[in-house]
Nanobody, 115 residues
Framework: QAQLVESGGGSVQPGGSLRLSCAAS????????MSWYRQAPGKQRELVAT???????NYADSVKGRFTISRDNAKNTVSLQMNSLKPEDTAVYYC?????????WGQGTRVTVSS
């Protein structure tokens, strides 16, 4: 059974940094495209960043230049380095694994950016 477990969330002041991690198990991690999504209070879930099986990355315009997604296929993990955090980055962040129509989600980790 596939499982994704996020970690690394917390509270930080504006301008600060956090690193989120997602540990995957029960799936052939290297063949899955991995993504980070987030959902702010009262808003729809939105795509933050994606990394493909060959390392190609894509980012939402709102995080370009501040966030970096990476993956370690040997450790079955995907990470999201978040720098220069803003209050509008406050959300629950979710990890997703996708292969064609098959997808798995983690339970989410909360990030709060506030002074």
């Amino acid at each position: 059974q596939a499982q994704l477990v996020e970690s690394g969330g917390g509270s930080v002041q504006p301008g600060g940094s956090l690193r989120l991690s997602c540990a995957a198990s029960g799936l052939a991690f290297s063949v899955y495209s991995m993504s980070w999504y987030r959902q702010a209070p009262g808003k729809q879930r939105e795509l933050v960043a994606t990394i493909g099986t060959f390392g190609t990355t894509n980012y939402a315009d709102s995080v370009k230049g501040r966030f970096t997604i990476s993956r370690d296929n040997a450790k079955n993990t995907v990470s999201l380095q978040m720098n220069s955090l803003k209050p509008e980055d406050t959300a629950v962040y979710y990890c997703k694994a996708q292969l064609a129509a098959r997808e798995y989600w983690g339970q989410g980790t909360r990030v709060t950016v506030s002074s």
